[in-house]
């Protein structure tokens, strides 16, 4: 993401999700430097295809969070979003870091991300929507904290 799209991205939260939340909780990630990172799918003629946001997990140390992850309508249902998912999970591979995903399990299952791993977390979420992405393949033992921006909005 380029300075100067948090516009675009924020449409295109309300776009997708049909209200604000994810725009406000984005904010708030930015704003309380919770924000690890922040991915933009571009279009040809200058939109956004599609966004994921990383924010860093209060407890476990050093694992990442991602929420939210949106696809414009127009877009949605041609592969963009598992494509974008799935490219993390590799990154997640690739350099041994733990990122977290609350979700539609079936679609983070077909980009890379494992339920099955996440069995044993405990949170303040339903665990059986939760997947895990990054090295290995245990079934870490560990308590969820969310960043703080999740409880704020």
């Known amino acids: 993401m380029k300075r100067g799209e948090e516009a675009a991205v924020a449409e ?6 049909g209200g ?3 725009a406000k909780l984005v904010d708030v990630l930015r704003k309380g ?3 690890a990172g922040e991915m933009v799918m571009p ?5 956004l295809v599609g966004y994921y946001a990383l924010s860093v997990m209060r407890q476990p140390k050093s694992w990442l969070c991602l929420a939210p992850v949106a696809v414009h ?6 592969g963009h979003g598992r494509r974008m998912i799935g490219q993390l999970s590799a990154w997640a591979v690739a350099t041994r870091q733990y990122v977290v995903v609350l979700g539609q399990t079936e679609f983070y299952a077909r980009a890379g991300f494992d339920q099955a791993r996440a069995a044993r977390l405990q949170g303040p ?3 059986e929507h939760t997947l895990l992405a990054g090295p290995g393949e245990d079934q870490p033992e560990e308590t969820l904290i969310y960043p703080a ?3 704020a909005v």
């Not at 279009?43 to 939109?47: E, F, L, T």
């Not at 309508?73 to 041609?78: A, L, N, S, Y």
Request: no cysteine.
């Open 12 to 17: 295109l939260l309300h776009l997708a999700f």
């Open 20 to 22: 604000k939340a994810e």
């Open 33 to 35: 430097g919770q924000m």
């Open 43 to 47: 279009a040809r003629d200058g939109g």
């Open 73 to 78: 309508p127009e877009w949605q249902g041609k």
């Open 125 to 127: 979420y339903p665990i």
């Open 149 to 151: 921006a999740f409880k």
